[in-house]
Nanobody, 123 residues
Framework: QVQLVESGGGLVQTGGSLRLSCAAS????????MGWFRQAPGKGREFVAA????????SYADSVKGRFTIFRDNAKNTVTLQMNSLKPEDTALYYC????????????????WGQGTQVTVSS
């Protein structure tokens, strides 16, 4: 079992930036593909970004391409989501997730989840 803890959420104005971090423990971090998902009130869970175990592959939702960047540090057991040019529609609870296989965009295929960190973008 791997435990995931997100941090870095907060309140920013439109156009601002935030950096979310996910720290993993209790497992071999390099064995997991890592993903970020988000969920706004009244909406379903949405894929944001993912990075492969070796960091050789990344995937982004169309809604965040060009604005968000995902990267990982296997030596420190962390995965980061750098969010730039934030918009009010980015407001959501952001979750870090892990799975022991290739990166995918379907949340049901991720077996481990963090508790979430809130991102709020004001107009």
């Amino acid at each position: 079992q791997v435990q995931l803890v997100e941090s870095g959420g907060g309140l920013v104005q439109t156009g601002g930036s935030l950096r979310l971090s996910c720290a993993a423990s209790g497992g071999t971090f390099s064995s997991y593909a890592m993903g970020w998902f988000r969920q706004a009130p009244g909406k379903g869970r949405e894929f944001v970004a993912a990075v492969s175990r070796s960091a050789g592959y990344v995937s982004y939702a169309d809604s965040v391409k060009g604005r968000f960047t995902i990267f990982r540090d296997n030596a420190k057991n962390t995965v980061t989501l750098q969010m730039n040019s934030l918009k009010p529609e980015d407001t959501a609870l952001y979750y870090c997730a892990a799975r022991g296989g290739p990166i995918v965009t379907t949340g049901e295929l991720y077996g481990y989840w963090g508790q979430g960190t809130q991102v709020t973008v004001s107009s």
